[in-house]
């Protein structure tokens, strides 16, 4: 039998499925993959279901209903003091991971060089990789996860089409400054290169930071493609509603996959994000700060189990460093084991920080989501600190049997 794709085979299925599986099978309080346990605003998800039943349900234009490509320009002009131009500049896509793919596919040739930095989100390698790049992985350091300036100079070659980042970064909620997105910058102009910014953590950014949109900088505005998304500033993962923000030649390219990816998405859901982002000021700053609240609750609940927990800036997620639980080094190689011990043995899934790296990656850390209801993470805090104060029988196969 003929096989299928190499490149996408050697993925495997993702560890979010895994994970949620595994969660499930376990009754497990799950903090693996991310999403919130309660649904969006109520608003959101009436004026979506009045859109179904007003219709129309046909095909929508291809990049997307005017009124949320008009949203999309009119927020990023109240947050982000960026002019763009709806008509030419923005298009809707199926959510972050499809945005990606058409940027993706829109710009790179085979033998074009990417530039990724790790930890990465997962959908990057391997559509890089399925349209024929190479990938050159830059690895940032824990504990402060700062730009390796060197390492990143020298991944940069004459051959560097594109530059990916995510900020706030997924999974260790790094908020990039002005300073490090001015360095970057500087090698998309030394290198002639664009980049795909991944900004859909940009209204969860906790401490009084804010995110800056990398395409804000100077001379930026022609080199980047900046995707959103409404899944996570609204709570509504499942809509897989995105869109892309880019100078028309960029966005023409984009548009190219798009059309033969999926074309349109859902119009229903378009016109309810419409009204969605148009919500007030409060809306959004109310997002980041109980949402920060969650982090440190979490936090705090595994500080007292025993973890050493990283900061984190943004994002729906924490990085805790497993080792002072482990000090037989059972699990020193093998995050991945720990995560699987600690959704069977003790109730509460979590996600393998090796997952975040195309290989080689460091050990000792997994990644815990707080973007769960106040009862649910102090569940999770609960079962931690009995387990690991006294050792006990198999959580799953209490449940199980
Ligand atoms: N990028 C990052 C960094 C993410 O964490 C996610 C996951 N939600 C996505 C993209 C995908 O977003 P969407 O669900 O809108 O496809
Ligand atoms: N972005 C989510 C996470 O990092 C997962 C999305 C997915 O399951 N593909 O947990």
Redesign the pocket.
Known sequence: MKQPNAALSRFGTTIFTTMSALALECGAVNLGQ?FPDEDGPLEIRRAAAEAVLAGPNQYPPMRGIEELRQAVAAHDRRFHGLEVDWRSEVMVTS??????ACCFFGLLEPGDEVVLIEPL?D?YLPIVERAGAVARRVRLQPPGWELPKDALAAAFSAKTKLLVV?SP??PVGKVFGRDELAFLGELLEAHDAYAVC?E??EHLTFDGRRHIPLITLPGMRERCLR?G????TFSM?GW???WVVAAPSLIDAAARAHQFLTFTTPPDLQRAVATALAMDDGYFSGLATAQQGKRDRLAAGLTQAGFRVLETAG?YFLIADFRPLDPDGRFTDDDLAFCRHLTRDVGVAAIPLSAFYGDAPPQGCIRFCFCKQDAVLDEAAVRLQRFFAKPSVSHCTDVIG
């Open positions: 991310g959510g972050a991971t499809e945005a990606l989100y959908s995510n970064l997924n991944d859909v953590y995707v998304s409404a899944g996570k993962t897989k509603v995105g994002t």
